[in-house]
């Protein structure tokens, strides 16, 4: 069970967890795949335990990777792509056009806050293919399509069933027009020490959010 947490959390804009990614990289030496590797275990902790039963087996989850981090996350969350791949496990990139798919779950990983304009080409393809199945969504970080600041959603948005937010969530996700796209909201600490946050570029108070589970439950 993914407890709550009923504390004070301060919202960043995609600008602030850009610095924070700087300064955990450059002043404090842990490499972006660091911090991957820890948003992927989360999210598949957050996805058995939510939407999998606790239970994993026998179940077919789809993920929907991107390029950037996110997309990195993402796989992650499935497993390190070239161990999947020899482990013989079912690994490629279906044609996107094309009816249902066969899932228990879908992860979106697709965009991360990053986002510049409506997503286009096989991205908002990909986007919209999540959109039109059965099975629930889960996305990281932010709902690929919505605007991680502004909480814009573009066109097209993923309507996620719940979203997994890295750090501390992002100030889009609270926003009144991203409440359909962001369903559940989680928060998942990927090793940001409060000091960091604390620092003159941040200037923030940031309390035990992880003290119970790396994985906490915002609304």
Do not use: W
Not at 28 to 37: A, D, F, K, T, W
Not at 126 to 147: F, K, W, Y
């Amino acid at each position: 069970m993914i407890p709550r947490y009923r504390g004070e959390v301060p919202y960043l804009s995609a600008e602030q967890m850009v610095e924070v990614d700087r300064a955990m990289v450059e002043d404090l030496g842990i490499e972006l795949v660091q911090m991957m590797e820890n948003a992927g275990r989360n999210l598949a902790h957050l996805a058995r335990t939510r939407f999998l039963g606790g239970d994993p087996r026998g179940k077919r989850v789809v993920v929907m990777a991107g390029t950037g981090g996110n997309g990195g996350g993402a796989l992650v969350c499935a497993h390190q792509l070239r161990i999947l791949r020899r482990m013989r496990v079912e690994v490629g990139a279906p044609p996107v056009p094309g009816g249902e798919l066969v899932a228990d779950l879908i992860v979106d990983g697709i965009i991360g806050y990053s986002l510049k304009g409506s997503p286009r080409g096989a991205a908002g393809e990909l986007i919209r293919r999540a959109n039109a199945q059965c099975a629930p969504i889960l996305s990281l970080d932010v709902p690929s399509g919505v605007d991680a600041t502004s909480g814009i959603a573009c066109d097209p948005a993923v309507e996620a069933t719940a979203t997994m937010t890295l750090a501390l969530p992002k100030e889009g996700l609270r926003a009144p027009g991203a409440r359909a796209h962001v369903g559940e909201l989680y928060l998942a600490d990927i090793g940001v020490p409060p000091s960091l946050y604390a620092g003159p570029a941040l200037g923030l108070r940031v309390g035990s959010i992880f003290a119970e589970s790396d994985v906490v439950r915002l609304s």
